[in-house]
C-alpha cells in the first residue's frame, strides 16, 4: 500500500515502514503506531494520516513547524471533529537556536457587530451566532514567515491531496460520522459529509472531500489571501448572512494572528512554558505546578492519598482564579502576581492536609457551562531541537456542525466560550464574570494548553490536550508524572488523570472504580473530596527527550499515532 505526494519534481514514498527508517504512522494492519524513538524528528498527532505527512516533511528538511503546519492542514481533512480550517488555537514554539520560545495566538475574535449580551437569548451552540472569526489560517502562516523553511504550497499540498483523492476511513471516524450525520440539520454537512450512496459510512471506505480540495487549493496558491479574501471569504460572508451569522468581509480582512511570550515558570529546575490570556493554560498550569513544589510528592507516591488530596486542592485553587481573573489582555487586565512562585506558595498554605477546603469558600458558586470535549493536541519535535506544542479546535466536536456552502469546511463555535449571561452567576451552568464577557474583536477565554517543559535550556518533554477545562489538569497530571514522578512518557500518558475545576465541587478520577486505587479514593472522600468516576479524560499526544532520542506517547484514549522520520535507534 503507497500514497505518493508531490515536493516540487520528487515523489515521495510516504507508505513505507517504520523500521524501514522512514515514516509511518500505522502498520499494515491499520493499528497505529503508538509509541516510537527516533533522533531525526517525530510527529505525535490523534490521526495516523496526518502524522505520516508532518513526518514526511520533517523527512524533507522542514522544520519542527513546517511539519506542524503540514499536521494541521492535514488534520483539518482527516479529523474533522476537531482539525480544522475554520477555528482557531495555539502554537507554542521553541525555534532551538538560542532566540526565545514564542506562542503563535490564533485564537478566533467576536465579530465586529458582538454585543455582550447576543448569547443571553440564545443557547443554540450550533447556529451561526456562535461562529468566531477564524484564526487558524493566519497563524499557520505566521508560523511559517517565523519558522518554515520549506515553501508554503509543499506544505498545504499534502492536505489538498488527501482531501481531493481521497482517505480511508477508520472504524471510530466512520461511526462517528455517522452519529453526526444523524443528529445534523445542516444540509450541506450532510451533502459534504454523507456517504454518497446514502449508506452509513463504515470502516474502510474512502471519503473524498472535493469543495474542501479547493479551498486547501486556494489556500495553497494565495497564502491567508486564499481564505481571508476572495472566493472563500465569500462563501464565507454569504454563508453568514444565509444563517444570520455576524462574520463580514471586513471581520475576515481585519483578523490576524497574535505574536505572544509565552509563562515561565519553574518546577524542581525544570522551565515550563504554556500559553498565555487569552489561553488560561499557561497561567494556571503554572499556579498547580507552583502549589505541588510546595509539597513533597515523590516521597508521598502518586497514588498515596496526599499527593492526589494536594492535587486537587492546587486545581481547585487555580481554577477560581481562572475564573475571576483570566480574559482577553487587550481588553482585561490580568493580575500580575498569578504566575508567580510567591502566589503559589501563599496558596499551597492555605491547603488544609487533613481536610477538603470546599469550593464555595474561595468564592461565589459558580458553574461554568459544560464545553465539549474535542479539540486536538499534536506534538513535533525537529533534528535541530525545534519543538511544536499546538492544540486547535472547533470548539465542540465538529464545531457549529455548520458546513460552508461550496467551500468544503466546517465552522467554529468558539463564541460560546465567552461569560453569555453578563453578571449571572449561578450553579446551573452560567458564569457571568466580566473578565471574559463578550466584546467587538474580542477573543474569548480558552483553556487550550500546548506545553513545553525545558531541562537544561532544551525540549525535555513536549505535550498537550484536548478537553475543554479539563485540558489544564490533563497536562498538570502528566507533566507531575515525568517530572515529579519520573514515569516514561507512555507511564506518564497511560495513568489515570483527575479533574476538578473548582465548581462544580467534585472530583473526577478516570480510575475511581479501579480496584487498584479504592482505597486511595476511599480516603479522599473521608477528606471530605466527592469522588465520581470518569470514561476518559484527554488526549495527551507526547514527546519526551532522553540522552538526545526523541520518544512519542501517543494517547491510547483516541486511537493516535506516532509517525517518526529517521531511524529508531
Ligand atoms: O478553547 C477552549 O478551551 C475550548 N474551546 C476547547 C474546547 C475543547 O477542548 C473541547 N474539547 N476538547
Redesign the pocket.
Known amino acids: 500500500m503507497k500514497r505518493c505526494c508531490r515536493f516540487g519534481s520528487l515523489l515521495v514514498l510516504v507508505w513505507c515502514s517504520f523500521h524501514g527508517g522512514h515514516v509511518a504512522a500505522q502498520s499494515r494492519d491499520g493499528t497505529p503506531h503508538r509509541d516510537a524513538e527516533s533522533r531525526d524528528g517525530m510527529v505525535v498527532a490523534v490521526s495516523p494520516d496526518a502524522a505520516a505527512v508532518g513526518a514526511e516533511i520533517l523527512g524533507h528538511g522542514g522544520t519542527a513547524v513546517d511539519s506542524a503546519i503540514a499536521t494541521a492542514f492535514a488534520l483539518a481533512v482527516t479529523h474533522p471533529a476537531?482539525g480544522n480550517i475554520g477555528g482557531?488555537?495555539f502554537m507554542l514554539v521553541h525555534p532551538g537556536d538560542g532566540s526565545p520560545a514564542v506562542v503563535i495566538d490564533y485564537?478566533e475574535k467576536a465579530p465586529l457587530a458582538a454585543t455582550r449580551t447576543m448569547f443571553v437569548d440564545n443557547n443554540d451552540a450550533r447556529t451561526h451566532p456562535y461562529v468566531g472569526v477564524p484564526g487558524t489560517v493566519r497563524g499557520l502562516k505566521l508560523a511559517h514567515e517565523l519558522y518554515g523553511s520549506l515553501p508554503w504550497s509543499d506544505l498545504v499540498e499534502p492536505a489538498v491531496a488527501l482531501a481531493r483523492n481521497g482517505f480511508t476511513l477508520h472504524e471510530g471516524l466512520a461511526g462517528d460520522l455517522n452519529r453526526q450525520l444523524s443528529r445534523s440539520s445542516n444540509d450541506e454537512f450532510r451533502r459534504v459529509y454523507g456517504k454518497p450512496d446514502g449508506t452509513p459510512w463504515v470502516a474502510g471506505d474512502r471519503m473524498v472531500l472535493s469543495d474542501l480540495a479547493a479551498t486547501l487549493q486556494r489556500i495553497a496558491e494565495n497564502g491567508p489571501a486564499g481564505f481571508y479574501a476572495g472566493e472563500t471569504a465569500e462563501l464565507i460572508t454569504a454563508e453568514m448572512q444565509a444563517g444570520g451569522g455576524l462574520i463580514s468581509a471586513e471581520d475576515l480582512l481585519r483578523y490576524r494572528a497574535r505574536i505572544r511570550a509565552p509563562i515561565r515558570s519553574r518546577f524542581r529546575g525544570y522551565e515550563v512554558l504554556g500559553p498565555p490570556p487569552p489561553?488560561?493554560?499557561g497561567i494556571t498550569l503554572a499556579q498547580m505546578l507552583g502549589i505541588a513544589a510546595q509539597f513533597d510528592l515523590r516521597r508521598w507516591g502518586r497514588w498515596s492519598v496526599q499527593t492526589n488530596h494536594v492535587m486537587i486542592e492546587a486545581m481547585r485553587r487555580a481554577y477560581a482564579n481562572r475564573a475571576m481573573y483570566l480574559g482577553d489582555p487587550d481588553f482585561v487586565t490580568i493580575p500580575r502576581h498569578l504566575a508567580s512562585g510567591d502566589f503559589a506558595k501563599y496558596m499551597a498554605g492555605t491547603i488544609d492536609l487533613d481536610r477538603a477546603t470546599p469550593s464555595a469558600r474561595l468564592g461565589p458558586p459558580v458553574t461554568e457551562p459544560a464545553?465539549?470535549?474535542?479539540?486536538?493536541h499534536f506534538s513535533v519535535i525537529d533534528r535541530d531541537g525545534m519543538a511544536v506544542s499546538n492544540?486547535y479546535?472547533?470548539?465542540?466536536?465538529y464545531g457549529s456542525g455548520i458546513v460552508v456552502r461550496g467551500a468544503g469546511f466546517l465552522l467554529?463555535n468558539?463564541m460560546?466560550?465567552f461569560n453569555r449571561r453578563p453578571g449571572v452567576t449561578n450553579t446551573q451552568g452560567s458564569i457571568g464574570t466580566a473578565a471574559n464577557e463578550v466584546r467587538p474583536e474580542k477573543r474569548?477565554?480558552?483553556?487550550?494548553t500546548p506545553t513545553i517543559v525545558l531541562k537544561d535550556g532544551k525540549p525535555y518533554l513536549v505535550t498537550g490536550?484536548?478537553?475543554?477545562?479539563?485540558?489544564i489538569n490533563t497536562v498538570f497530571c502528566v507533566t507531575l508524572n515525568v517530572l515529579e514522578f519520573g514515569m516514561t512518557a507512555r507511564q506518564a500518558v497511560d495513568a489515570p488523570r483527575t479533574d476538578h475545576e473548582w465548581f462544580p465541587d467534585r472530583v473526577r478520577f478516570m480510575g475511581a472504580d479501579d480496584p487498584e486505587h479504592a482505597e486511595m479514593v476511599e480516603q479522599l472522600q473521608r477528606l471530605g473530596h466527592a469522588v465520581v468516576d470518569t470514561n476518559s479524560q484527554?488526549?495527551a499526544n507526547t514527546i519526551l527527550v532522553s540522552d538526545g532520542r526523541f520518544i512519542g506517547a501517543a494517547d491510547y484514549r483516541f486511537g493516535a499515532a506516532v509517525a517518526a522520520t529517521g531511524s529508531d535507534q
Open positions: 476537531a482557531g488555537g485564537r489561553s488560561s493554560g464545553e465539549s470535549p474535542q479539540t486536538t492544540t479546535t472547533l470548539e465542540a466536536s467554529n468558539e460560546g466560550d474569548m477565554l480558552s483553556s487550550m490536550s484536548p478537553g475543554g477545562r479539563t485540558i484527554g488526549d
